[in-house]
């Protein structure tokens, strides 16, 4: 399952600048030894969606083969949206590597999602945004008498979660099964990382010329492309003059997720030829 570009970068950004202070503690004069980062792969970095709140764990392992331990690492991640609220503070450590032997550590995020303002959190499941992004990383080396610290600020790009919602009006038409009469209205979208395999309210709506309107509701798991088909519920009147005369049409397609809503509405001109 793809992650969402936001959580994947922050990770990315968060090993690298390890990487960095490293690399610069590593040529140091006081250093007389090696140091080796292994990387996880994407694979490794794992997240979940539960109880209202992301959660990202990236592993990384540092082979420290020097004559000194490394102390005291520590990231600090801020993350702010468009308005300049924050949405993410995390605090990971202190963590240590001690000389001699490999250690595995690992960056720690969570974002809380019933914190968030509910416009925000409709632009991250809907809509994407772009955020800003503030990571330090501090650490001691040579029985703590070098400390070293590096900060970096970023813009980082949220991609939407629940996507091209689509009412497939051209194969929409009267249907009865036999107890009810309906209007069956194919629907469709697509939905992308930790909203896959979660449950999403879709609501569709039907109206006609003569002021009837119906709705019907399901709940409908996400996955990586939705395509079911709707029946709203019509009166025996309007089902037989649907499939005499043609009229107007109209429809919505609604889906609710985390108590947010996006909406399409379609017209078309209904004909039974």
Known sequence: MKMPLVVTRIAIVAIKLLVALIVVLSILPLIMGNL??????????????????????????????GFFDINGVTVDIEMRDQGGGTLIESYGGPMSAPAGRETELQVDIELDLDDLPLETLREMVFEGTSMDLSISISARYTMDLIRFGADIVSDMEWEAMLVDLDLWTEEAAPYYDGAQCSMRIPYSFFSRGWVQGEPVLVTVTFSDSYGYQGEFQELVGANDFVNREAYVPIPQETYDRLTMTGEELNATLSLTFLDCTDTVQENWWWSPW
Do not use: C, K, Q
């Not at 990236?58 to 420290?64: H, Q, S, Y």
């Open 36 to 65: 080796h980062l292994g990387l996880g792969s994407e694979e490794d970095i794992e997240w979940a969606y539960e109880d209202g709140s992301l959660r990202l764990t990236a592993p990384f392992t540092v082979d420290n083969r």
